[in-house]
């Protein structure tokens, strides 16, 4: 059964730092885009970034480039999102998704994923 599983997340006040992982089991993904996205309460998932499955191309949101980082370890199947100067709008479930095809170049679609976590909750304070 394939699983993806958020961490790190929690309370932290504008300005702050957290690093997100979300840690994948059940197949490899080390030959698969994988992206983070978020909800904000009432609004739709939106796009935070994507990662191509070498690393050799990370795209962004406009609203977190600059301050997010992404990046992966295939040897741990497990994606990683830096979040830097964080603002209370980043406040949201932040979720994990990973493609099912192979050498995919990512996307900001939530549709062209195919597994999802269950999501870790970021909140910022002002």
């Known amino acids: 059964q394939v699983q993806l599983v958020e961490s790190g997340g929690g309370l932290v006040q504008a300005g702050g730092s957290l690093r997100l992982s979300c840690a994948a089991s059940g197949r490899t993904f080390s030959n698969s885009a994988m992206g983070w996205f978020r909800q904000a309460p009432g609004k739709e998932r939106e796009f935070v970034a994507t990662i191509t499955w070498s690393a050799s191309n990370t795209y962004y949101a406009d609203s977190v480039k600059g301050r997010f980082i992404i990046s992966r370890d295939n040897a741990k199947n497990t994606v990683y999102l830096q979040m830097s100067s964080l603002k209370p709008e980043d406040t949201a479930v932040y979720y994990c998704?990973?493609?099912?095809?192979?050498?995919?170049?990512?996307?900001?679609?939530?549709?062209?994923?195919?597994?999802w976590g269950q999501g870790t909750q970021v909140t910022v304070s002002s």
């Open positions: 998704a990973a493609q099912l095809r192979w050498y995919g170049t990512g996307s900001s679609d939530p549709h062209e994923y195919d597994y």
